[in-house]
Structures are given as structure tokens and as C-alpha cells.
């Protein structure tokens, strides 16, 4: 008797549960409570504090804000650009050109993965990029398409290359490794913001709960992960037997040199402490460093814009914007130049005439 008393008691706790779980599931339906709810703002890039819009001086010219709504939200990449802005096509790439899905014969083309490196500015690497291509080998169509997207990680731009890569492009160049070890205000990593968004909402809003109360903040995209994304990427363009080029983020920042105005900006936007922000040019170098270990693999370009800068024997702040971070055009041009280098040297390998005629 005692048996069935315990059992009907840990029955009764057991579909009372149930039950309020299942109410709470329809109630949270019901108000449409969204646990990665967005509302427009400057630059927060998702999570609990909107998503961007476009506000950075210079996107036309150094010291000329612009101003515009930029982006929209996206269930799975928490945001993209709006298409046919003043500085998106209808696609949404970066640029005012337009592509056909469809490669005509004989063209080759660069696709562009990235943030607002490959993203900001006038004349980008891209556009240097396209140039050198044409002025050298003008017996052939070239096109390069900047998918870049401000803000994003390697998890977004992982996710954006399943929907690109049926544009067939020749090489996939991979630029990345600012947002990934950034802190966002919500302490959030990407995937726990995307797996939020899926599934049962009571058991998202439990684990919302219980990750509040622990109180950690975590890198967008931690290096361990920021590895799986880079290889999943690299592995997607290799079956498709095309080229992967991983680009190293070049930084004007440089270890036991933090100028002055980062503390207070970091310490501002990314609520990092003193020792944090001295290490961001250590912590930039280990997510660089993953990078050049993937690169091992002899099917794999790399272009080490860190070390190409810092070996120009120049002021590394020549190369980019007041912020260390974003290039101005002689950065730009510089990876460009590199980028082109290392693609013409790989269709001389080949010794492949159907694209790049080289002097032999």
C-alpha cells in the first residue's frame, strides 16, 4: 500500500509538471515571447540590444557619418543586409553591381566572406582586388562579389556560405577574426543566441534563466569553435573543388602598446576591464594563429596580412582607420595586391590557361 502511495505521489508531481510545462509552452506562444527579441539600434548587432543600423564615419568618406537602416533581422544569421541601399545591391552584397546566380562561360569569380573589414570604406580590397585582375589579364571576365556583412563571425559567415556557394565561385576568400573574440552585451556566445531561438520556449526560457544567473560572459565565437567553423567552411569550398584563401585580420593594435582612448572605448561598449584590454592584441594573435595552422593543408591559401603589415617596415597606423581595426585604402590595396598574388601563383601551379594566361 505504502508503494502505490509513493507511486501515485511521483505521478501527480510528474503531470502536474508536465501540465505547467505545457500550459507555460502555450502561454509564451501565445505572447510570441522571443528570447533573441531585436529592436533597431546603433551598431548592437542583435542580441538583447537590436540590431544595427549603419553609423560609422567614413563609409564614403573619412570623417563623413552616414547615417542609414542598413540591416534587417534574420532568424538564423540574427541579421543581414537590406537589399538596394546606397551601398548594397540587389542581392544584398556590398557594392552596386549585379550577379547572376548562373556563371557565364569562362568568367571567373572571387567571392568575398567577411565583416567590416572587407565591408568599409570607398574603394575596398575588393574593387583593388577586381582591378589588378582585369588590368592584367583582360582577355578575361572577372568577377568579385563582397558577400561581407558588418558585424558578423565565423558562425554567420558559415551558415552564409551554404546559400553562396551555388554561385560557383573559383576561390572563397575568408576574412574574419574581430567579432569572433568580442564580448557582446548579453554575454552571449552565436551558437547559444542561434539555439535560443529554436525549439521548445520553456526550455529556452529555463536555460535563459539559468545562464543569467551564472553570470558569464563568453566570446562570440571561442576559439575552439572559431577552428570548427573555419574547417567546416574550408571543407564546403574544397568538395566543391574550388579554393579556399584564409586571411589573417591585420590589427594596428600591438601587444604592451593599448593607446590610450581603448580603455575607456572597451571598457564603454564590450565592458572589458584593464587586463582584457591589454590582451586583445595576444587574444587577436591566437585566433590568427588558428588560421595558419589550418593553412598547413597544401590545398589551402593563406594570406598573412598581420605579418605582411608589420613586415613593411612602416607605421602599422598607415594602413588603417583612427579605430586599429579598419583599413583605409592603402590597407586595402595591400591585401588586394596580396590576395592577387597568391591567385595568380596557384593558376601558374595548375597550369591552367582556361581562366589566367600566364608568360611561360
Given at each position: 500500500m505504502r508503494k502505490k502511495t509513493i507511486l501515485f505521489r511521483v505521478l501527480a508531481i510528474f503531470l502536474s509538471l508536465s501540465c505547467s510545462f505545457f500550459l507555460s509552452e502555450?502561454?509564451?506562444?501565445?505572447?510570441?515571447?522571443?528570447?533573441?527579441?531585436?529592436?533597431?539600434?546603433?551598431?548592437?548587432?542583435?542580441?538583447?540590444?537590436?540590431?544595427?543600423?549603419?553609423?560609422?564615419?567614413?563609409?564614403?568618406?573619412?570623417?563623413?557619418?552616414v547615417r542609414i537602416k542598413l540591416f534587417k533581422s534574420d532568424k538564423s544569421l540574427f541579421w543581414k543586409p537590406i537589399p538596394n541601399t546606397e551601398f548594397t545591391n540587389s542581392y544584398g552584397f556590398r557594392g552596386k553591381?549585379?550577379?547572376?546566380?548562373?556563371?557565364?562561360?569562362?568568367?571567373?569569380?572571387?567571392?568575398?566572406?567577411?565583416?567590416?573589414?572587407?565591408?568599409?570604406?570607398?574603394?575596398?580590397?575588393?574593387?583593388?582586388l577586381e582591378e589588378l585582375l582585369i588590368t592584367n589579364h583582360p582577355e578575361t571576365k572577372f568577377e568579385v562579389i563582397n558577400a561581407s556583412v558588418p558585424g558578423y563571425t565565423t558562425f554567420q559567415g558559415n551558415l552564409l556560405l551554404k546559400q553562396l556557394l551555388s554561385y560557383n565561385p573559383d576561390y572563397v576568400c575568408i576574412y574574419f577574426g574581430w567579432n569572433d573574440h568580442w564580448i557582446v552585451p548579453s554575454g552571449f556566445t552565436d551558437q547559444f543566441q542561434f539555439s535560443l531561438g529554436r525549439g521548445s520556449y520553456c526550455f529556452n526560457l529555463i536555460r535563459l534563466m539559468i545562464f543569467k544567473i551564472g553570470g558569464k560572459k563568453y566570446y562570440r565565437v571561442p576559439i575552439n569553435d572559431f577552428r570548427k567553423n573555419i574547417?567546416?567552411?574550408?571543407?564546403?569550398?574544397?568538395?566543391?573543388?574550388?579554393?579556399?584563401?584564409?586571411?589573417?585580420?591585420?590589427?594596428?593594435?600591438?601587444?604592451?602598446?593599448?593607446?590610450?582612448?581603448?580603455?575607456?572605448?572597451?571598457?564603454?561598449?564590450?565592458?572589458?576591464?584593464?587586463?582584457?584590454?591589454?590582451?586583445?592584441?595576444?587574444?587577436?594573435?591566437?585566433?590568427?594563429?588558428?588560421?595558419?595552422?589550418?593553412?598547413?593543408?597544401?590545398?589551402?591559401?593563406?594570406?598573412?596580412?598581420?605579418?605582411?603589415?608589420?613586415?613593411?617596415?612602416?607605421p602599422l597606423s598607415q594602413y588603417f582607420r583612427n579605430d586599429l581595426i579598419h583599413l583605409i585604402e592603402k590597407g586595402h590595396k595591400l591585401i588586394a595586391t596580396e590576395i592577387y598574388n597568391e591567385i595568380t601563383k596557384n593558376e601558374g601551379r595548375k597550369g591552367s590557361d582556361r581562366y589566367i594566361k600566364h608568360n611561360r
Amino acid at each position: 500500500m505504502r508503494k502505490k502511495t509513493i507511486l501515485f505521489r511521483v505521478l501527480a508531481i510528474f503531470l502536474s509538471l508536465s501540465c505547467s510545462f505545457f500550459l507555460s509552452e502555450i502561454i509564451l506562444r501565445l505572447i510570441n515571447w522571443d528570447p533573441v527579441k531585436i529592436h533597431s539600434g546603433y551598431l548592437q548587432f542583435g542580441y538583447s540590444t537590436g540590431i544595427p543600423l549603419w553609423d560609422e564615419d567614413g563609409i564614403l568618406e573619412e570623417g563623413n557619418p552616414v547615417r542609414i537602416k542598413l540591416f534587417k533581422s534574420d532568424k538564423s544569421l540574427f541579421w543581414k543586409p537590406i537589399p538596394n541601399t546606397e551601398f548594397t545591391n540587389s542581392y544584398g552584397f556590398r557594392g552596386k553591381k549585379e550577379y547572376s546566380r548562373i556563371k557565364s562561360k569562362n568568367t571567373f569569380r572571387i567571392l568575398i566572406l567577411g565583416d567590416s573589414s572587407s565591408f568599409l570604406g570607398k574603394k575596398l580590397y575588393s574593387d583593388f582586388l577586381e582591378e589588378l585582375l582585369i588590368t592584367n589579364h583582360p582577355e578575361t571576365k572577372f568577377e568579385v562579389i563582397n558577400a561581407s556583412v558588418p558585424g558578423y563571425t565565423t558562425f554567420q559567415g558559415n551558415l552564409l556560405l551554404k546559400q553562396l556557394l551555388s554561385y560557383n565561385p573559383d576561390y572563397v576568400c575568408i576574412y574574419f577574426g574581430w567579432n569572433d573574440h568580442w564580448i557582446v552585451p548579453s554575454g552571449f556566445t552565436d551558437q547559444f543566441q542561434f539555439s535560443l531561438g529554436r525549439g521548445s520556449y520553456c526550455f529556452n526560457l529555463i536555460r535563459l534563466m539559468i545562464f543569467k544567473i551564472g553570470g558569464k560572459k563568453y566570446y562570440r565565437v571561442p576559439i575552439n569553435d572559431f577552428r570548427k567553423n573555419i574547417i567546416s567552411m574550408v571543407s564546403k569550398i574544397l568538395k566543391t573543388n574550388k579554393v579556399p584563401i584564409l586571411i589573417t585580420a591585420p590589427s594596428g593594435f600591438e601587444e604592451n602598446a593599448m593607446p590610450l582612448w581603448s580603455f575607456k572605448f572597451f571598457k564603454t561598449f564590450y565592458k572589458m576591464d584593464v587586463e582584457q584590454i591589454k590582451d586583445i592584441p595576444k587574444l587577436h594573435e591566437k585566433y590568427a594563429s588558428m588560421l595558419r595552422e589550418i593553412s598547413k593543408n597544401e590545398n589551402i591559401i593563406l594570406v598573412d596580412a598581420i605579418n605582411k603589415f608589420k613586415n613593411t617596415n612602416k607605421p602599422l597606423s598607415q594602413y588603417f582607420r583612427n579605430d586599429l581595426i579598419h583599413l583605409i585604402e592603402k590597407g586595402h590595396k595591400l591585401i588586394a595586391t596580396e590576395i592577387y598574388n597568391e591567385i595568380t601563383k596557384n593558376e601558374g601551379r595548375k597550369g591552367s590557361d582556361r581562366y589566367i594566361k600566364h608568360n611561360r
